[in-house]
C-alpha cells in the first residue's frame, strides 16, 4: 500500500500555530483513515510521539535540524533523496514549508500559513524577486490549503486565480473545561498576579504589536484608568525593545511579560483574565482568538480582516498602528457589561465551528479526492 508522507521537520519545540494544527488536526486525519498509511518525516521525535499508537504510522528522522540556511538546504535535499528513492511507494507528500522539491509520480500538497515574508519586504526589488520565489514552488503544487479566506484572497492578489482549499485552524474546547479552579488560583498565586488584567498572548516578534499596545497602557494610566497587562510570548526580535519600553514609561508595575510557560498555565491566565487583547499589525490567522473564546472572555481586536473573518464582525476592533484608538476600545469594553455578555455569548457558539472535527472533515475531503 502506498504512503502518505508529512513531512514536518521544520516544526520546533516552541508552541506555534503551524505546531497546535498538525497535532490536533493531522492526528484525526489518521486515525479517520486507517486504511491509508502515514510517514511522519521530523527532526525532534518529541513533537510527534503522540502518533506513536496509531498503528497506520511510520517515522523517517530527518538528522539536520532547519536553524540556518545551509541546514536547511542540506534538509531538503536529504528528504528529496528518500522520498524520490521511494516515490513508487509514495501516494502523497505534504510539504509545510519553503522551499521544497517537488516529487514526481505522487500528488504534492503544500499548506501555507501566512505570506509575511512578502507582506514586510521593505524593498521593492526584494518583493519582486519573494514574490517569483513563492510562484515557483506554489505552481509546483498539486494541492494549496491555506489557513483563512483572508490568506487566499492575499494569495491570489498575488499570483493570479488559484485553486486554494481554505481548512481553518483548530483548538480543542475540552482542554478549556478541563482546567481546575484550585489550579487556576495556584497559577495566580504563583505569578502574583492582579484580580484584573488584560492579556495579550504571542511571541515577541515585531508584528504582534506590543510596543503600540504598551503605549496605549500608558496613555491609560495617564486618564487615571489604572490597567495592568500581561504579555505571554517566547523571546523574539522585540524582546529587548519591550523592556526597554516599560523601563522607559515606567510601567514595570502595570505590565508584565511571561515567557516559557506550558499550555495549562497559558489556560489559566486565560481563565484569570478580564479581557482579551489582540494587536497583531498582520496574521495568517489567529488560534488566540478561538482560546479566548473558549475560555469565555470578552475581546478587543486589531481591524485586520483575518480577524473580521473569523469573528464574523461581532467584536470590537481598533486601528492597530494607534495607540489612542487601542486604549480607547479597552476601556469601551471594559466598561460596558453588555457588551462583554454578548461577545462571550457569541464566542461560546462561534469557537464550535473551529472544532477538529469540523475541520477535520475538509482535510478528509482533500486527501480522499487526490
Not at 507528500?93 to 519553503?98: A, D, V
Not at 500538497?109 to 524577486?129: G, M, P, V
Not at 494541492?143 to 481548512?167: P, R
Amino acid at each position: 500500500m502506498k504512503k502518505n508522507i508529512l513531512d514536518v521537520s521544520t516544526l520546533n519545540l516552541y508552541s506555534s500555530g503551524a505546531k497546535q494544527r498538525f497535532l490536533s488536526l493531522y492526528s484525526e486525519l489518521i486515525k479517520s483513515n486507517k486504511k491509508k498509511n502515514f510517514t511522519i518525516i521530523y527532526t525532534s521525535f518529541e513533537k510527534v510521539k503522540i502518533f506513536l499508537n496509531y498503528p497506520n504510522v511510520t517515522f523517517k528522522k530527518n538528522f539536520i535540524f532547519q536553524d540556518s540556511l545551509f541546514k536547511k538546504i542540506l534538509s531538503i535535499l536529504n528528504i528529496f533523496f528518500y522520498t524520490k528513492k521511494n516515490s513508487k511507494k509514495i501516494e502523497s507528500i505534504e510539504h509545510f514549508t519553503l522551499p521544497f522539491i517537488k516529487i514526481s509520480n505522487c500528488k504534492n500538497i503544500f499548506t501555507i500559513h501566512d505570506l509575511r515574508r512578502i507582506y514586510f519586504s521593505n524593498f521593492f526589488l526584494k518583493k519582486i524577486l519573494l514574490k517569483y520565489f513563492f510562484k515557483f514552488y506554489i505552481n509546483k503544487a498539486d494541492k494549496i490549503i491555506v489557513v483563512s479566506k483572508a490568506i487566499k484572497k492575499e494569495m491570489q492578489s498575488y499570483f493570479g486565480n488559484l485553486k486554494i482549499s481554505v481548512i481553518y485552524n483548530t483548538i480543542n474546547t475540552q482542554d478549556y473545561k478541563k482546567i481546575k479552579l484550585k489550579d487556576i488560583q495556584m497559577i495566580k498565586k504563583k505569578y502574583n498576579l492582579n484580580n484584573k488584567f488584560i492579556l495579550a498572548v504571542g511571541h515577541l516578534e515585531k508584528r504582534k504589536n506590543y510596543l503600540r499596545l504598551i503605549k496605549s497602557i500608558n496613555i491609560l494610566n495617564k486618564d487615571k484608568y489604572n490597567t495592568k497587562l500581561i504579555i505571554i510570548g517566547q523571546k523574539a526580535n522585540e524582546t529587548i525593545q519591550i523592556n526597554k519600553i516599560i523601563k522607559k514609561l515606567k510601567l514595570s508595575s502595570n505590565v508584565k511579560v511571561f515567557s516559557n510557560l506550558t499550555d495549562y498555565e497559558v489556560g489559566c491566565f486565560y481563565k484569570l483574565t478580564s479581557l482579551f487583547v489582540f494587536p497583531s499589525i498582520y496574521e495568517g490567522f489567529g488560534i488566540p482568538i478561538l482560546e479566548a473564546m473558549a475560555s469565555n472572555k470578552p475581546m478587543v481586536l486589531s481591524n485586520l480582516e483575518v480577524f473580521k473573518e473569523i469573528t464574523e464582525n461581532n467584536y470590537t476592533y481598533f486601528d492597530p498602528y494607534d495607540p489612542l484608538s487601542i486604549a480607547n476600545n479597552i476601556k469601551f469594553v471594559l466598561k460596558n457589561k453588555d457588551i462583554q455578555k454578548k461577545m462571550i455569548k457569541y464566542g461560546k457558539m462561534r469557537v464550535k465551528y473551529f472544532s477538529v472535527f469540523n475541520q477535520k472533515i475538509k482535510l478528509n475531503n482533500l486527501y480522499n479526492n487526490l
